[in-house]
């Protein structure tokens, strides 16, 4: 059984920053592609931002220049730095992880539960 957990969402202004965390847990053997996105009231969820096992990075336009994806593969964990915030930013941001079984070495694919972000103007 692996989790996510997500954290570090909540209520910030227009130009504000956040930072969420995304730990995942469990028989984990590796952890391949991570990734964060998110789903605003009434619209499809859209991928934010991506990080490969070798640290390769891809971004939404809509947020390049603003947002910074990292991970730290000793905690098994990824981040999202979001910068210069915008109302626009408001959504529910899901973790996502490719993640290798310790138990039968298969890749799934996991999500965690969701953090609310809102940007108010």
């Known amino acids: 059984q692996v989790q996510l957990v997500e954290s570090g969402g909540g209520l910030v202004q227009a130009g504000g920053s956040l930072r969420l965390s995304c730990a995942a847990s469990g028989a984990i053997f590796s952890i391949n592609a991570m990734g964060w996105y998110r789903q605003a009231p009434g619209k499809q969820r859209e991928s934010v931002a991506a990080?490969?096992?070798?640290?390769?990075?891809n971004y939404a336009d809509s947020v390049k220049g603003r947002f910074t994806i990292s991970r730290d593969n000793a905690k098994n964990t990824v981040y999202l730095q979001m910068n210069s915030l915008k109302p626009e930013d408001t959504a529910v941001y899901y973790c996502n992880a490719i993640i290798q079984s310790g138990i039968d070495l298969n890749e799934y694919d996991y999500w965690g539960q969701g953090t609310q972000v809102t940007v108010s103007s």
């Open positions: 990080i490969s096992g070798l640290t390769s990075t």
